[in-house]
């Protein structure tokens, strides 16, 4: 069952200089920056209960990031719902015809499970589905 929105993701070109602009001038609190390998992606968080804001940037200038900078430039990029049950939610998902991207969720940031709905699927919106930690 979906829970609550997790995070809303902002793709970024220039990390440092977005992490000053949210820290500084929108006064937030920085939570500190996270490399997830499986996703090819750094992270940034500002939690701002009940969500957060996560900065999304290339790591290694390769991945969905990457691409999505490359062809958009930097922009709003992902939302992310939490669930207390992934598999549930995608096998319900799915069968209502929601096209996943990728067979099984993946390792996300702060040690959660991940999986993506395809924005073609949904309305144009790329949508995160995170399973936290302590949920398993
Ligand atoms: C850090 C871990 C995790 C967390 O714990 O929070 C993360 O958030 S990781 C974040 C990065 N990971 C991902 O984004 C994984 C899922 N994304 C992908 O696999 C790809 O980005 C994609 C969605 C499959 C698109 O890749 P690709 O097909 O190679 O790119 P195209 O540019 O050809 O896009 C096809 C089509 O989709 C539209 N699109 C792409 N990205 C988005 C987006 N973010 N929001 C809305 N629409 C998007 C794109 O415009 C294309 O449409 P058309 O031009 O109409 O064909
Ligand atoms: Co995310």
Redesign the pocket.
């Known amino acids: 069952m979906i829970t609550a929105l997790?995070?809303i993701?902002i793709?970024v070109p220039d990390l440092d200089a977005a992490i000053k602009r949210f820290m500084e001038d929108f006064g937030l609190t920085y939570e500190g920056t996270?490399i997830?390998e499986?996703?090819?992606?750094?992270?940034a968080f500002f939690p701002l209960p009940p969500t957060s804001i996560?900065l999304?940037h290339p790591l290694n200038g390769e991945?969905?990031?990457a691409?999505?900078l490359e062809?958009?430039g930097g922009g709003?990029?992902?939302l992310?719902f939490r669930t207390d049950n992934i598999e549930e939610d995608v096998e319900r998902l799915r069968a209502k015809g929601y096209q996943f991207?990728?067979d099984k969720p993946t390792?996300?940031?702060?040690g959660?499970t991940?999986i993506?709905i395809?924005?073609?699927s949904c309305g144009?919106?790329?949508i995160?589905l995170?399973q936290p930690a302590d949920a398993h």
């Open positions: 997790d995070h993701a793709a996270e997830v499986a996703a090819k992606t750094t992270t996560e999304v991945g969905p990031i691409g999505y062809k958009r709003i990029h992902h992310c991207i990728g390792p996300g940031a702060h959660s991940v993506f395809h924005p073609k144009g919106v790329l995160e995170s």
